[in-house]
């Protein structure tokens, strides 16, 4: 079993950037894809952005060019550094792994954007 945690989230205002981090218990080398996901009260989960072995990361449409997900091995840590955030990026954003057959996900760390 993996644990993953969160951290990071908060209360910003429109065009703030903010970073989240989560912490794995097992190195992130060894965890073939990472991502952040999102969900917004009334939506479905949604996929933000991806990292995978040799640092090979993907986007959804809305974090294209806003959003940069990164990862240190070291540290066992994978971020998302999200800049000009807006009112529509307000959700609870979750950290996911997925080794083997398995899918591991954090509790989720709040992200309210709000003036």
């Known amino acids: 079993q993996v644990q993953l945690v969160e951290s990071g989230g908060g209360l910003v205002q429109p065009g703030d950037s903010l970073r989240l981090s989560c912490t794995s218990s097992l190195s992130t080398f060894l965890i073939p894809i990472m991502g952040w996901y999102r969900q917004s009260p009334g939506k479905q989960r949604e996929l933000v952005a991806t990292i995978a072995t040799g640092h090979i990361t993907h986007y959804a449409d809305f974090a294209q060019g806003r959003f940069t997900i990164s990862k240190d091995n070291a540290k066992r840590t994978i971020y998302l550094e999200m800049n000009g955030l807006n009112a529509e990026d307000t959700a609870v954003y979750y950290c996911?792994?997925?080794?083997?057959?398995?899918?591991?996900w954090g509790q989720g760390t709040q992200v309210t954007v709000s003036s």
């Open positions: 996911n792994g997925r080794l083997g057959g398995s899918e591991f």
